[in-house]
């Protein structure tokens, strides 16, 4: 463990007020954006002294980064050193991420160590490498460790099972239901993963891990799972140690739980909004929304750590889910569908069928089409394109089968 990750309660709020007053004053002099938000409410650096007056800053979310970058593109005035940009990254919305000259630049080893990932191990990646910074976070935390690394993103599953075999890959790092998945493919090609596999550990995130899965995974391969909690604009945010009882909050940010409608702090062990405040001095956010609900915990842990820990991520804020790693969003969905006057109402139904989620979109028309199955095809195309989610089903139905007051996305999932 790092001394960053064992403080004191004296030396961590002195670490806490130092760099919340430093990100603060360097946002000021150097991010348009967090200038501007700084003058509207009246605030001058000076004001914010440490993290009991961050509640004075208003917070910002993710449409009005959407706002603010296609008014300021790319990055919507928040950047405050463009110099040192050495990637960009688009993720849904579309939002644009930077990715700047900085080692381990979104805090990522810390949670890697944590889940026991050496120098020795060889590490499957499967987060997409395609635009979104997901396994480009991942790589960073895993290079500095300095293990070796099988780029792998996502599907070609029956390749990732052969090259988990034959590669002995030691860790898995995605989501539960890609594991499960490749798992199940492994089987079907002759592949016994408890004989033939090497895998010790799984590093899962971007959906919610059910117990059961934790359970088999544990009891039919001996395989660890560890869960971290991260998003694209803020990297890592928080990591579970080998005690399992929460994640820990990345030294490198602060987590503010907050009611979701006033932005005010809530008590410890009371869910709310999940809202961070990343000391990135090349991109700083302050009082970002992620969106996300959950709860923070003081309790000494275990381990020995002594940063706050997250309790699991218990959803999302408002109408939009996440769906196998990805937000699913209402307004998405909606862009998709304009394409097609036919349309009257949808409804979106996400379901979880064994370890994977699943998406039934319910399309009610208009009027009668001639061929239902050439429009069922484009929708299905559109979707996907719009909203990087393939759908598992579409149902084609008559009009007014589609309540007007029927919510856009029902979650069905449950969480045994």
Known sequence: MEKIEVMDKKGREKYLREKITSIVKLAYEKSEALRKKMDEAGLKPGDIKGPEDLEKMPITRKDEVITLQRENPPFGGFLAFP???????????????????????????????SAGVRKD????????????????????????IGCKIVPAGVGNTELQAQLMAHLKVSVFVGTPSFLMTVM??????????????????????????????????????GIEVFEFYGTAELGMLAYECGEKKGMHV????????????????????????????????????IRFGTGDLSSVTEE??????????????MGRVGDAVKVRGMFLHPKQIDEALSYFPQVERYQA???????????????????????????????????SDITKLKADKIEILPKGSIPEDARRIEDRRKWD
């Open 184 to 221: 199940e493919r492994a089987k079907s090609i002759g592949i016994d993963p408890k004989r033939d596999f090497s895998l010790r550990k799984a590093l899962l995130a971007a959906e919610m891990v059910p117990p059961s899965v934790k359970k088999e995974l544990w009891d039919e391969y």
């Open 349 to 383: 139904v996400i379901d979880r069928v064994g370890h994977r989620d699943e998406v039934l979109y319910r399309i009610a028309l208009k009027e009668e089409v001639e061929n239902k199955e050439e429009l069922r095809e484009s929708i299905a195309r559109k979707i």
């Open 250 to 285: 990345e030294p490198n940010k602060y987590v503010e739980i907050v009611d979701p409608a006033s932005g005010r702090r809530l008590p410890e062990g009371e869910a709310g909004e999940v809202v961070v405040t990343w000391f990135n001095p090349f991109y700083p956010l």
């Open 300 to 313: 000494p842990c275990p381990c020995g750590r002594t940063t706050p820990r997250l309790t699991r991520i």
């Open 83 to 113: 110099e040192k940009v050495r990637h960009i990254f688009m993720s849904p919305g579309p939002i644009y991420e930077p990715h700047c000259d900085a080692e381990d630049y979104w805090d990522t080893e810390r949670a890697f160590k």
């Open 121 to 144: 191990d060889i590490v499957l990646n499967t987060f997409s490498y395609h635009l979104t910074p997901g396994a480009w976070v991942i790589e960073e935390g895993l290079k500095k």
